[in-house]
């Protein structure tokens, strides 16, 4: 018989009944330590006392109203967001998906509205993520993804990783956007050259496109920096953000310059639920936590050491792992062993990792991950390889 709850994930026998930072608790009372920090979502860790503090008082005053009123905690979590980045306006969602759509729909009405209706190709790279709608999907194209879904959504031209293929698919008559994840996630963490990142800015500024950045997983201090693009010191026209940015409430949004967005007036899009006052006030918090003088100096510092542990310990375990990547504390592994076998020999140190594309495991711990807990993963870490090694 079907679950009841739809068997759409191959999940673990986990049963978490609490958090507290860094560390989730089962049924049984064993403690885990959570360097997957719920796919780069929990960046402050679990139950952060001015997370529940700012969600709480939220839900005693109000929930939701619609958009169909005035919002003022759409209008302060905008504000700030914009004062932070290169957007002047955005759009309030629940996941990153849907500021995927966002994204996708604001391309094509940007160049519509600008009088070529026929530039709606997007540039997409191979091994993206973009979220599970059909448009995420269609960009991905990756099998397991869209088996049996299509007809999928058109105008989606994949690329490899590389210049020469991406001048060739970009074309002035026909190209709305290029979109990209600065650091893939799913794809296994594989960080984008900032040169490349450059490259892609001005391609896109000759052909008259928009540059749409995915910073749904790489994005809200992850790298060490508050979002992945400020390494290579360009600005997109149009970035996508959720995961972190609520650290665990569900939120995102799509950030847009005033040109990019020009023609998304009222009536053009919309949500019921999105940027509704609990959201936004969480990530108000996040926001002033990750923008605390300090907070990301000391992410660069704990990423330092995280890497530079990881690299002894593939040093030590040849027969497992093979190299590390990624930026600040968004990093991979990259195994010899299959990485299911080494996320479940890590499970049974009490440890969580996230598997990822390309037999990598994802190593996101929170940002605000202590010096020992680091030092603690390693070790267990040590021990999941050792365990694989005897087997
Ligand atoms: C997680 C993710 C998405 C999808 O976000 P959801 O909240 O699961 O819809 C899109 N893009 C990237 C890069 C992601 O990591």
Not at 18 to 36: P, Q, Y
Not at 273 to 300: Q, R
């Amino acid at each position: 018989m079907i679950p009841t709850v739809m068997p759409t994930y191959a999940r673990t026998e986990h049963d978490f009944v609490r958090g507290e930072g860094a560390w989730l608790i089962d049924g049984s009372g064993r403690r885990h330590l959570d360097f997957g920090a719920g796919i780069a979502v929990n960046c402050l860790g679990h139950a952060h006392p001015k997370l529940v503090a700012a969600l709480t008082e939220q839900a005693g005053k109000l929930w939701h109203t619609s958009n169909l009123y005035r919002a003022p905690w759409q209008e302060a979590l905008s504000k700030r967001l914009s004062e932070l980045t290169f957007a002047d306006t955005m759009f309030f969602t629940n996941s990153g998906a849907e500021a995927m759509e966002c994204a996708f729909k604001l391309a094509r009405k940007y160049q519509h509205h600008a009088g070529f209706p026929e530039k709606t190709e997007i540039v997409v790279f191979e091994g993206c993520f973009h979220g599970r709608t059909m448009a995420g999907i269609s960009a991905s194209g990756a099998e397991k993804m869209v088996k049996g879904f299509g007809p999928l959504l058109q105008g989606f031209v994949r690329v490899p990783l590389d210049l020469d293929a991406v001048k060739a698919a970009v074309s002035a008559e026909k190209t709305a956007a290029i979109c990209i994840e600065p650091v893939m996630g799913e794809g296994g963490i594989i960080p984008v050259e900032r040169d490349f990142l450059r490259a892609l800015r001005s391609i896109a500024d000759e052909a008259g496109a928009l540059l749409i950045l995915d910073e749904i997983q790489c994005g809200v201090g992850r790298t060490g920096k508050l979002f992945a693009h400020e390494w290579a010191g360009i600005k997109p026209d149009v970035m996508a953000i959720a995961k972190g940015i609520g650290g665990g409430f569900p939120i995102g949004a799509c950030l847009a310059t005033e040109q990019a967005a020009a023609g998304m007036v009222a009536g053009t899009h919309g949500s019921t639920y999105g940027g509704n006052p609990l959201g936004c006030a969480v990530a108000m918090a996040v926001l002033d936590e990750i923008t605390a003088p300090g907070f990301l100096d000391n992410v660069n510092r704990l990423a330092g050491r995280l890497r530079q542990k990881l690299g002894a310990l593939v040093d030590a375990h040849p027969a497992i792992f093979e190299g590390t990547r990624g930026e600040g504390l968004m990093l991979g592994l990259r195994c010899a062993a299959p990485n299911g076998d080494v996320v479940k020999a890590a499970y049974a140190e009490g440890l969580l990792t996230v598997p990822a594309a390309d037999n990598v495991v994802r190593i996101l711990p929170p940002l605000n991950v202590t010096e020992a807990e680091i030092d603690e993963a390693l070790s267990r870490l040590d021990a999941a390889a050792a365990r694989l090694e005897a087997a």
